[in-house]
């Protein structure tokens, strides 16, 4: 029967989960909350009540957490943020910072 060494076993007690990327949608004057709400739901997957709420919390606090994501996803929901307002003319915007 095998047995693990010692170097195998400290390789698999080292392992580290990835950094977590809080995700923001920015307030701004010209994009219309129900484009928020509908950005929030197709991209974030919220439903409309969480959907609401963020997008007061945009309104009100200048910005509002959309979820928490390994860097990959929060950039990849960063760049869909972006691009489905500028197809719709908005200049909404998004950002994300470290947990």
């Known amino acids: 029967m ?6 195998e076993i400290e390789e698999i007690t080292s392992l580290q989960y990835p950094k977590k990327y809080f995700v923001y949608l ?6 219309p ?3 928020v ?11 409309y009540e969480e959907a ?3 997008m007061l919390e945009v309104h009100k606090k200048e910005r509002g957490l959309c979820g928490i994501y390994t ?8 760049r869909q943020v972006i691009r ?5 003319g908005f200049p909404l915007k998004a950002t994300m910072e470290e947990e």
């Open 26 to 31: 920015l307030n701004d004057d010209y994009t």
């Open 52 to 54: 609401q709420n963020i």
């Open 2 to 7: 095998a047995t693990k060494t010692d170097l």
């Open 37 to 47: 709400v509908d950005i929030l739901m197709s991209i974030f997957h919220k439903t």
């Open 33 to 35: 909350m129900d484009f």
């Open 84 to 88: 489905k307002a500028k197809d719709n």
């Open 71 to 78: 860097y990959e996803i929060a950039e990849t929901k960063i």
